[in-house]
């Protein structure tokens, strides 16, 4: 408002030195008016220059005004942003926090399952290892079983071929037996044939010797 005020009453002022230079052309001689004409053009271009210079200041502190005006609502604009950016993150973050407190709950149940399991697997792994001993202890005597056994069939092997041996050579000394009593049978009736024929001959040399004393005796 200020500033139109001012354009005006420049424009006024300078409204008053045209009429007063006008007046001057009027009553001056040919050779002056052409110097106040050329005065007036200066003066009239000087004033339409401090005219635009005025309405450039005019729209200059107008834009300045809107711009800031402009600049006013962008900044509220951007606080209100700015405010619910603010709101929306403590959101977040409250929901940040109870994500946390639920994610540590559950780590903290997670971490004592995790401590009963690994509890659970070193038993396990002892109870292996107690299985493993065991099965190893048992394949051991197994091995030694396996081993004896194996020698006492070879011993019974060996034994059962000894006794084949001993067999065979029983039954070859039966053999020679049985030769043996077919000869003592054979031998035995030779000498029971023998002693009958020698009691034969007793006898009848038992009766020649009667026959022979008989016939002494009746002899003179």
Do not use: W
């Amino acid at each position: 408002m200020q500033m139109r005020l001012n354009y005006r009453r420049k424009a006024q002022e300078s409204q008053k030195e045209m009429k007063l230079l006008l007046d001057m052309y009027k009553s001056a001689p040919k050779e002056q008016r052409d110097k106040v004409q050329l005065m007036a053009a200066e003066r009239k271009s000087k004033a339409e220059a401090e005219e635009l210079r005025c309405r450039v200041r005019e729209l200059e502190e107008r834009e300045r005004k809107e711009s800031k005006k402009l600049a006013d609502e962008e900044a509220l604009r951007r606080l209100r942003a700015a405010e619910e950016s603010i709101e929306g993150l403590q959101r977040r973050l409250q929901a940040t926090k109870q994500e946390e407190e639920a994610l540590l709950s559950e780590m903290d149940v997670t971490g004592q399952a995790f401590e009963d399991m690994q509890e659970q697997n070193l038993r396990l792994l002892q109870q292996l290892r107690e299985k493993d001993d065991a099965n190893f202890k048992l394949m051991s005597e197994r091995i030694k079983a396996n081993q004896i056994h194996k020698l006492l069939r070879e011993e019974k092997d060996e034994l059962a071929e000894q006794v084949l041996a001993l067999k065979a050579q029983v039954d070859a000394q039966l053999l020679v037996v049985q030769k043996l009593e077919e000869k003592e049978r054979v031998l035995q009736g030779s000498l029971a044939a023998v002693e009958k024929e020698l009691a034969l001959r007793s006898q009848a040399l038992e009766l020649n010797k009667r026959k022979v004393g008989g016939a002494g005796g009746g002899t003179p």
